[in-house]
C-alpha cells in the first residue's frame, strides 16, 4: 500500500495558527474535533529587516493557505472518474468526502503538500485524508470507501490485496479509460451543478474560469 506521512512536514507548520485558535499540544484528533478538520501548509514569514537586498524584497509573502481532510483529487475531464466521483457523491450520505478537480487552480496546494504533479494524479487519483497521510491509484479508492455507510464500506477490506497486484487492475483501466468511456474538454462537474456543493473548487468551476479546461 502506497502511503506516504505528512506529519514531520505539517506539524510544524501548524503549531502557530493552533496557538491563535486556542490549540495548543497539537495532535491530530484534537484538531480534527476542534479545528473543524483543517491543515495549515504555508505560513506568512516573518518581516524582513530592512537591510534585505532588493531582490529578496520583492518577494510577496503569501497569506496561510488552509486545506480541507478527506478531499479526492482526480480527472475532471475523464467520463469513468466522473460516474464514480457521482456515485460516491450519491452513496456518502454523511459528506464526509469532499472532491477536487486536478485541473483546478484550487488542486495546486495540495500537490505540492504530498511532492506530487498534475500528470501523477492523471496516472493514479489521489486522496488525502488528513495531515498523517495521502494514498494513490486502488488504494485512494479503497480509502474513499471506508468511509462510506455499510455495505460499501466492506469494500475496503480489499485493502488486504497486495498493492501491487491491485494496482495492476487499476493502472489497465486507467490507461485506458479514454478510449473505452471517453472525455470531455473541460471539468464534466460543470455540467451537473448539483454536485458541486461537495467541491472544494466549487467558486471556481461555477466562474468558468481557465482552469477548467484540460
Not at 514531520?8 to 479545528?35: F, Q
Request: glycine share 6%; proline share 7%; with cysteine.
Amino acid at each position: 500500500m502506497l502511503t506516504r506521512t505528512l506529519a514531520g512536514r505539517v506539524r510544524p507548520l501548524l503549531a502557530p495558527s493552533l496557538a491563535a485558535a486556542g490549540l495548543r499540544g497539537y495532535a491530530p484528533r484534537a484538531v480534527a474535533a476542534a479545528a473543524a478538520d483543517v491543515v495549515v501548509v504555508d505560513e506568512e514569514p516573518p518581516p524582513r529587516p530592512a537591510s534585505t537586498s532588493a531582490a529578496a524584497a520583492g518577494i510577496v509573502a503569501t497569506a496561510p493557505t488552509v486545506l480541507q481532510p478527506r478531499v479526492l483529487i482526480y480527472d475532471g475531464v475523464c467520463h469513468l472518474c466522473h460516474r464514480g466521483v457521482k456515485w460516491v457523491i450519491k452513496t456518502d450520505k454523511h459528506a464526509k468526502i469532499r472532491f477536487c478537480c486536478v485541473q483546478s487552480k484550487a488542486a495546486e496546494p495540495y500537490l505540492r503538500l504530498v511532492g506530487m504533479d498534475r500528470e501523477d494524479v492523471l496516472r493514479r487519483v489521489l486522496f488525502i485524508e488528513g495531515p498523517e497521510a495521502y494514498y494513490e491509484g486502488s488504494t485512494a479508492a479503497l480509502k474513499v470507501a471506508s468511509y462510506l455507510p455499510l455495505p460499501y464500506s466492506a469494500l475496503s477490506a480489499l485493502l488486504i490485496i497486495p498493492a501491487p497486484l491491485r494496482d495492476a487492475v487499476y493502472d489497465y483501466i486507467a490507461k485506458n479509460r479514454y478510449n473505452w468511456f471517453g472525455k470531455d474538454d473541460e471539468c464534466i462537474v460543470t455540467k451537473d451543478k448539483e454536485l458541486l456543493e461537495r467541491f472544494i473548487d466549487r467558486e471556481e468551476m461555477l466562474g468558468g474560469g481557465p482552469s477548467n479546461s484540460f
